[in-house]
């Protein structure tokens, strides 16, 4: 049955088995948790609260930055994934 918006509060359609990272989790792990629950953006907790966000945008971002520096990594964006190849 559909319900107008108007009646339909965060708590109906919010995700119940939340994925999350700690403040001091390595990019990677968040990374990999990301991937395997098919999220683009990651919460951050940190004892219970939430102290941020991680996006795949983030996460982009940081691997230019480390192929800026690498000159064997080539980083390839394919849809919402990250592709990183040395060649």
Sequence with gaps: VRRHPDHVTAQ????????AAGPDDRILDAARRMVKAQVRHLPVLDRDEIAGFVSMRDLFDVLVDVAAHEEDVVVVPSGTRVVVRQE
Aim: proline share 0%.
């Design 12 to 19: 109906d359609v919010m995700a119940t088995d939340l994925v």
